[in-house]
Structure formats: C-alpha cells, structure tokens
C-alpha cells in the first residue's frame, strides 16, 4: 500500500547507531537519547509481513505513549516527549533480555500449550480443568527470551533466567514486581473502556544511573490481548469464541490461509482490500482501548514529516 512507512533511514544529529526490530527502529544519539520510530511493518508468529498497514505505526505510539503517561506514578519509564504521530524520544537504555508475559486468562499461547496436555509453561503451573479463555485464579508470569539460534521467542522459567545468569536476582525482582503493578493498573484502565486485559507483555531496560524502567510498548493491540467485557461470561458458559481486541485475527487469517511461521510455509498474499479491513480494525482497536476518536496523521510524504518534528524537538530540547 502507498502512504506506509516500511524502513527509515535517517541520520539525525549526534547520531551513533540504529538497531531495526520486527515493527519499530530506534535510533541512538549521543547525550543518551534514543529516537523511536513506530513503523507501519506488521508482524505475526515472528514473521514481518511484506506490506504495511496504513496508520499501524501511528496507532501503537500514541496508544504506548499514553499508557506510559498513565502509568508514569506506578513505574518510572523512558520516555521524554512524542514529537510526531509515529515517534517517541526518551533516556537511551540496556534492554534486558527478557519479555515479562504475564496472563490473566488461558488464552493464546497458553491455550494452545494447555491443549497440546501441558499443565507447566514456564516453570508456572496451570490447574487442571480449565477450558480455552477462563481466568486464571491469578494472574501469572510466563517470561520470553530470545532463542540462541534465529530471532524466535521462546518460552523460559524464572528460575532458567537465574541459573543463565540472563538477568541478576536483585534485578528480576524488581522486573516482576513492575510487571504486576504494570498489569494492575492496565486491568483498571480497560475496566473503565468495557474491556477486559487478558495478557501483555512488558519490556524493561537499566539507564546509564542504574535505573530499572519501562521501555518499548505498553498495552497495545501488538503486545496484549482484550476481550469485551459485556457478554464474556455468557459466552464462557456456553463455549463460544470471546469477542476480542489484538492482532489475534491477523494470526487467525494466516492460520486460515495454512501460515504458522514454520519452515517451508509461504506467507500469502495479502491483498489491497484485506490490509484496508487490518487497517480500519487497528483504528477500531486505538478507539476501544484508547477511549478517544482517532486522528489520521497526515500520510503525504511521512519520511519527511517525521524527519522534519524530529529535528525540530532535538533542536529545541537538546542542548
């Protein structure tokens, strides 16, 4: 599709490297900034899509920057400022080498692991007697990290990441008790949009001084699952599918079309028409979640535009 961004390549003042992901690139300055770009790229079963979804990048900023200022009291974050539709600035970070899944329901990967007779995903025990979609009796953390061999997340326990030395104790412990005070605060936000948040993920990094903060994105359609609360026991009851918010139905219309992100699979064709209806349910997903009507940034030339408010911040805040 015309008027998406698929790749950057800027090169803006102090610059001193990039690092491109699945969907966002960010560019480190000097004076520990870093530049985050939310592209249009989208991606499924950790595979990048080979066209981009008009506005995508535009909607998973605005949603994480907002939860990010609405979460600011609970959990220090990275970010400064967000100079343009698709971009965040903020203190330039470590990353730590692992996601912080935490579930609240038995939905997804969970689900799918359950029905494959598995009662432990990492490390974390799972009662018996449970049907896709139930809420957990509390919520818990299944940790991700990076497989040694590819790009592909894979699943690891609390007590893998301390023998591998992939995150300090001292550190992990703070990591988990953000997570839990993160996915608090994100269930009461969505309460109040008619929503439930069944499972997210959060990214954490250490700053320059030391400090554990909030990184990446943050309770968006890419990175957690809702469902609509209105009619969820109901359905439950009666065992029908829930009504739900995320990417999910971009990984079930793969799924349909026999792609799984497994060796020797094609990924098909995604016509014109299909990524205008990903598009409008991405809008769709920013107003649930967000509460507020979406505004379409402007598409003409957005190389340029993001460039151009980039500069500008950088020139009027950075000294």
């Known amino acids: 599709m015309k008027n998406t961004i698929i790749a950057t390549n800027f090169n803006f003042p102090g610059q001193v490297d990039v690092y491109k992901g699945k969907v966002r690139e960010v560019y480190r300055l000097e004076n520990d900034l870093m530049v985050m770009i939310a592209t249009d790229r989208l991606s499924a079963f950790d595979v990048v899509m080979p066209k981009g ?43 730590f080498k692992v996601e912080m899944v935490i579930r609240g329901y038995m939905s997804g990967h969970a ?63 703070i990591l988990e008790k953000y997570t839990r005070a993160l996915f608090k605060r994100g269930i009461e936000i969505a309460a109040k949009r008619g929503l439930i948040l069944v499972d997210t993920k959060y990214e954490f990094g250490k700053t320059k001084d030391g400090r554990i903060v909030l990184i990446d994105e943050i309770h968006t359609p890419d990175s957690s699952r809702y469902f609509y609360a209105d009619g969820y026991e109901e359905r439950q009851k009666n065992g029908a599918p829930q009504k739900q918010l995320s990417k999910e139905f971009v990984r079930q219309w793969l799924i349909a079309n026999d792609f799984q992100g497994l060796k020797g699979q094609k990924v098909p064709e995604m016509t014109d028409e299909y990524i205008e209806t990903v598009s409008e349910r991405y809008i769709e997903l920013y107003e649930k979640i967000v509460g507020e009507n979406f505004k379409k940034a402007e598409l003409t030339n957005i190389q340029n535009r993001i460039e151009t408010n980039v500069l500008a911040y950088l020139k009027n805040n950075v000294r």
């Open 53 to 95: 979804i008009p506005y995508k990048g535009q909607i998973l900023n605005q949603i994480a920057t907002k939860m990010m200022a609405d979460t600011s009291d609970i959990v220090p974050n990275w970010l400064l400022a967000s100079p343009d539709p698709n971009v965040a600035i903020g203190h330039a970070c470590e990353p």
């Open 111 to 173: 689900a799918r692991e359950y029905t494959l007779g598995k009662r432990v995903l990492c490390g974390v025990a799972m009662p018996n007697g449970m049907k896709e979609n139930d809420k957990f009796p509390a919520p818990i953390i299944t940790p991700a990290t990076k497989a040694e061999m590819g790009d592909h997340d894979e699943d690891i326990s609390r007590e893998d990441i301390l023998k591998r030395n992939i995150v300090a104790e001292k550190d992990y412990l």
